[in-house]
Structures are given as structure tokens and as C-alpha cells.
């Protein structure tokens, strides 16, 4: 081996261990050029061909780095579930993604962030600004990624960087300037942010090549067809329209190539069927006609979003005083739960074995025949599924006072005793961000007022405690619950959708989602303009499906109200004092009942 040969392999060997140590996966398998592995926990770069410049070695490392923080900061299945939909609206979304995990490592690692802001800025070190004369030499990829980097890598500005941007600042500063400080608040929360910005990609004015392909398609002349196509239409003139309307308003079932790639087959049947199943029961919806004026003003949140660090702190001591009051009640209701999951998990024997321990109490067989064979038992597990609950909390103006304090009392109880039997919690609520419709409303006011607009009002829907955050660090949040004003319209079908799909794309073997709320969805600005049992229809129409289609189990708990002409599942409580015993109740009911039918 030439000296050349042997400075490369070296260079090869310290590159390999820098993404060792950086992705925090030290069983990697680094391969370069034709060397390819389709290993799973592998990672397939580049050959080392030439590298006679500093720039060589750096665009290298840049590119090792990077690969190296997408293994460590980007969960693939968030990934998926929020890729919109359109070739080119893909490739920001990989841009603004990649950017995201690039910035998350290189504001703890300085010598990445050297190698990533060099090579970019080395990017458009050769490329003149007297070859870019029109709009059309400057993709609207490439002036996305310089406008994001330029925001959070602060990347050196030249002629060339200058005019490339110059075609699309307008656009960019319209559409994304404003929303720039909140990306940058959650750059650390991958879901949030792809949510954010998969919102902000879809209100950008551009035309994406896939969707045009698709609008081309669906105007083709009938002459071009073929007889089974033209057959097709015939039989069923609503199809073609119906499965355009599923491609358009779905937004997780599409796959990014680059994770496909990386993704066992197990894995990716796991992904395929859970968004399948989100799939299948947005096209039931959307044969139903439910609309949605505009999307663009909605948000999910973590609590710890929506108010600051003292004020959180403040209204769960308030919860905490609450909970002195019950004190008692709460440790009798949460014994009676553990002991009924517990007592799912509990252990057995196998008599009569020719292995295993000696059962003493079998001994006296001896002394009656010596010559009967000795016995033995063998203790055994019960399978217990992996379970998950989710609770959804109606957060509505309507559950103001009493309720609310005692479903956020609940959710503190289940968060807490469940989490012991290995029970994993997520504690969800749903509500709006304005009462009276809000910016849609004042939107469809602008756009004239175009009738029949379905869902009239931007929908807020957070996240108290997440299934994967243990109790102890998500407590504070459920005190948010109790914070004036938070309270407003209750939009209960695509609440529960959100909740379907976080629950469908868990791995848990059971799932049960449960439901409190204090009647039937209420929501003013979107009830004026829309028939009476809009809303109502929409709920009804979702949880049918979900019953019906899907493995997860719904419980439902009325205040005051009578929902079992929603639910199947469902109990009607007068006092909400009697929340956290029928809870408890049903629960371990739901979990007695699960266990007599698997030993039948």
C-alpha cells in the first residue's frame, strides 16, 4: 500500500469514529464507495477519491457530520407522519429537516459547526453570479436551504448568495419570516418543528411537480384512455374524485426515500399498516364530506409551550392543594388499580415436570411408592401485552371549575399508578385558540364568505404528557389545565383523530384510548354557517370507524351528559366527584375482561 493509500484509510478510519461518537452508536457499520452494506445499523458514504484541497477534507467531514446527527436526532417515524405530499415540497422538507438536526449538533459541538457553515459557504465559491439571468436558474430548493441556513448558521453573504435569494425573498419573507422564532424555539422538538414547517411548505405559492402530474392525469381526454378506464368511470363517476380528495388531504402516508433505505422490513411493515389504518379512516371521513376552511392557523403544543416556567409551577401547586383534599380517596383508587393490573401479571406453576424444583408437597408420593418418579413444578409468566392509555380531555369553556380540576386530578392518578404496573401514558387536550372563529373566520371573511366552509375556527391541541415522558417530568404540565382562558370551543371529532393517529403509530401491543368530555362538540363560528349536527355527524362518523376497523379500544366518560350515542363504550357520570372511581372502574373492567377472553 502507497502512502497515498494508507493517508486515506487512516482518514477513513477517523472519519468512521467521529460518526461512532457522534451518532452515539458505536456498533455502526461505516462503509465507503462500492463497500455498500443494506444492513440495518449501517451507513453507506461516499468514496474517498480525491483529496487534494483543505476544502476536499472538509466537505467530507461536513457530509460525515451530518449523516451522523440525522442517526442521532431525527426519529424516522415522526419523519413520515408529517412529509407533505408533492415532489418538491419533499425536498424542502428533507432541507429544512436536515438543517434542524445540523443546527441541534452544532450548537454543541463546535468543530461540526466549522465543517457544516465552510462547506456550504463553499457551495457558491465557484459559481459566478453572471450565470444566474432568470428566475428559472434558481431552483426554489436551493434558495430555501440558503434562506434557512442563513438564518441559523448565519452563513457569509456574497454577490452570487445575494442574487440567488433575490428571486425568492419576497416569497420566503411573506411566508416564513414570521414563523422563523418559533422554529427556532423548537428545533429541539422534532415533531413540532416538521409539523411547523410542513404547514409553512404547504402555504408557500409554488407549483410542485407531482401535483401538476396529477391535475394532468385527471384532465387527460377521455380519448386517451382505455376501455377499462373509460369502464371505470362509467361504473363509479365519484372514485376518481374521492381518491384524489384522500391524496391531497393526507399528510403521514407518504415515505421519504432516503429512510426507506435505512429501514428493516420489519420496521417498515410496522409504519406501512399503522398509516395504512390512518389511511383507511380518513377516506371514510372524507366520504362523509367533512371540510376544513383552512388548516393553516392550527397548532399543537406542548404544554410547557403555552405559559411560562413560574406560571406552570404556580397552577400545579394549585392542582397540589386540590389533591390534598383527597388525599385518601386517590391512594385507595390507585391500590385498587395497581392491584388489578398487577394481579394480570402475576406469576404461576407447572406441576408434574421431570425438571425444575422439587415440589415438597408431592414428597409423601414416596413414602406410598418408592419407586413413583419424583416431581417438580416450574414457575411460569403470564403473557401481559404491552400496553398504552391515552387520555383525551375535553378542554372546552364548558368544563371550566369543578370538571376540569378533577380530570386533571384523574390524569394525574393514572399517569402515576399506571406507570408502576409498566403502563404507558399519554395525556392529550383539545380546545381552540380564539372563541369566534378566530383568523379562519376573519379569512373566510375576506374570501367573501364562500358558503357551506365546514370547520370554521384554528384548533389548539396539546400535549400534557407525552407516552415515552415518565410522570415525575410532565406533573407540572397538567396543572395548565386550571389556567384562565385556556378553556374555549370543543371541535371533538378531529380531536380525536389526532389522538387515533399518535396512538395507531405506537408500537404497543393494546391500546386504549379514553375519552372525558361534558357533551356534544360545541363550536359557535363553525355552527352558524353549517348545519346544526355538523360537528356532532363528523364525531359520530370517527368514532364508528375507529370502533369498527381498528384494534383500539374506546372508553368514554360523559359529565353530566349521556355520550353513548357516540361511544359504545361509555358511562355517564352526575357528580364529578364519582370521575376518578368510575375511571379507575372501567379501566380495570376493560382489562379483566381482555384477560378472561385470552385464557378462553
Known sequence: MDEKEFLKERFKSAVSSTIKAISGNFDLEVKFGKNTSSKENSLNLPEVVSLKKLQDFTNLRAFADSEALKIKYTDKKIYLENEPKGNISKSLYAIAEKIRYEKIGSEKLKGVKNNIVQCYENKFIDKKEDE??????????????????????????????????????????????????????????????????????????FKDSDLNEKKEEKE?????????????????????????EEVSDLNIVEKDPNFSEEMDDSAEKEVEGDTNLVRNVQKNIQKEKYKVFTNMYDEIKHAEELENEQEIIRLR?????????????????????????????????????????????????????????????????????????????????????????????????????????????????????????????????????PRNPGRLNDLRHIIYKSADKPWRQSKKNLGLMLKEGLLKENIDGEALLWAFKRI?????????????????????????????????????????????????EILAIGIGHDVTRYYKKAVKIVDVNELGDVMINQLTKLFSEKNKKTLH
Open 132 to 205: 444566474i439571468k432568470t428566475e428559472a436558474d434558481v431552483p426554489i430548493t436551493e434558495a430555501f436551504e440558503l434562506y434557512l441556513r442563513n438564518h441559523f448558521f448565519k452563513i457569509k453573504q456574497n454577490n452570487t448568495t445575494k442574487k440567488v435569494l433575490s428571486y425568492w425573498k419576497d416569497l420566503f419573507d411573506k411566508n416564513l419570516k414570521q414563523n422563523l422564532l418559533k422554529l427556532d424555539k423548537c428545533v429541539e422538538n422534532q415533531s413540532q418543528f416538521n409539523q411547523l414547517i410542513a404547514n409553512l411548505i404547504d402555504s408557500l405559492d
Open 220 to 244: 387527460t381526454p377521455k380519448e386517451t384512455s382505455s376501455e377499462s378506464e373509460k369502464n371505470d368511470e362509467k361504473g363509479d363517476p365519484t372514485q376518481k374524485g374521492e381518491n384524489q
Open 317 to 449: 401547586k394549585n392542582l397540589d392543594q386540590q389533591l390534598l383534599n383527597l388525599q385518601s380517596v386517590i391512594a385507595k383508587l390507585a391500590n385498587k388499580l395497581q392491584r388489578q393490573l398487577l394481579a394480570k401479571q402475576n406469576r404461576s406453576w407447572e406441576f408434574d415436570l421431570e425438571e425444575g424444583m422439587l415440589d415438597s408437597a408431592k414428597l409423601s408420593r414416596i413414602i406410598i411408592d418408592p419407586f413413583h418418579p419424583l416431581s417438580y413444578k416450574m414457575e411460569k409468566e403470564i403473557e401481559f401485552k404491552d400496553t398504552i392509555v391515552t387520555l383525551l380531555i375535553d378542554n372546552s369553556g364548558s368544563m371550566r371549575g369543578r370538571p376540569i380540576s378533577v380530570a386533571a386530578i384523574c390524569a394525574d392518578i393514572l399517569s402515576r399508578t399506571l406507570e408502576r404496573c409498566s403502563v404507558k401514558v399519554e395525556v392529550l387536550g383539545f380546545t381552540t385558540k380564539n372563541w369566534k372563529g378566530g383568523k379562519s373566520r376573519e379569512k373566510w371573511n375576506i374570501e367573501n364568505k
Open 504 to 552: 395507531a403509530l405506537r408500537k404497543e401491543e393494546r391500546k386504549v384510548l379514553m375519552v372525558i368530555s361534558d357533551g356534544a362538540p360545541v363550536d359557535d363560528s363553525t355552527l352558524s354557517v353549517n348545519s346544526g349536527d355538523y360537528l356532532e355527524k363528523h364525531l359520530k362518523q370517527t368514532v364508528k370507524w375507529i370502533e369498527e376497523n381498528s384494534n383500539i
